[in-house]
C-alpha cells in the first residue's frame, strides 16, 4: 500500500521560513509515479494548488501566489518531496498536502492526483 506522509508544519511569524517534507512509502511496489505535487487547504476554501514536480526530470511549476517564495524538490534515492517556504505570509496560513500522480505533463489539477498524504498544519502569524 502507498502511503505519504507529510512533517515539517509549524507556526511561524511573517516573513520566516518552513522546510515541509512528505515521505513516500512503497511497502514493495514500485514508484510509479510520474508527478508529485503540494496543495494547500485553508480553513473555508478548498484544497488549491501549490507547486509540482516531474519526479524524473525535475521539471517544477508553481502558482502564481508562490513564485519566487517556495521551491519545491525531491530525492528520488529516499523517495521523498520537500516544500521549501520562504518569506511566509498570513495568506499562506493552511492545511499542506503532498500528492503523487502517475500521469505526466504538469499536473495542477487535484482530481488527478492518485494518493494524498494526510496533510501538515502551516500557520503564519502577523
Known amino acids: 500500500q502507498v502511503q505519504l506522509v507529510e512533517s515539517g508544519g509549524g507556526l511561524v511569524q511573517a516573513g520566516g521560513s518552513l522546510r515541509l517534507s512528505c515521505a513516500v512509502s512503497l511497502s514493495g511496489r514500485t514508484f510509479g509515479f510520474h508527478v508529485m505535487g503540494w496543495f494547500r487547504q485553508a480553513p473555508g476554501k478548498e484544497r488549491e494548488f501549490v507547486a509540482t514536480i516531474n519526479w524524473s526530470g525535475g521539471t517544477t511549476y508553481y502558482t502564481d501566489s508562490v513564485k519566487g517564495r517556495f521551491t519545491i524538490s525531491r530525492d528520488v534515492a529516499k523517495n521523498a518531496l520537500y516544500l521549501q517556504m520562504n518569506s511566509l505570509k498570513p495568506a499562506d496560513t493552511a492545511v499542506y498536502f503532498c500528492?503523487?500522480?502517475?500521469?505526466?505533463?504538469?499536473?495542477?489539477?487535484?482530481?488527478?492526483?492518485?494518493?494524498w498524504g494526510q496533510g501538515t498544519q502551516v500557520t503564519v502569524s502577523s
Open positions: 500528492a503523487a500522480a502517475r500521469m505526466a505533463g504538469q499536473v495542477t489539477d487535484r482530481g488527478d492526483y492518485n494518493f
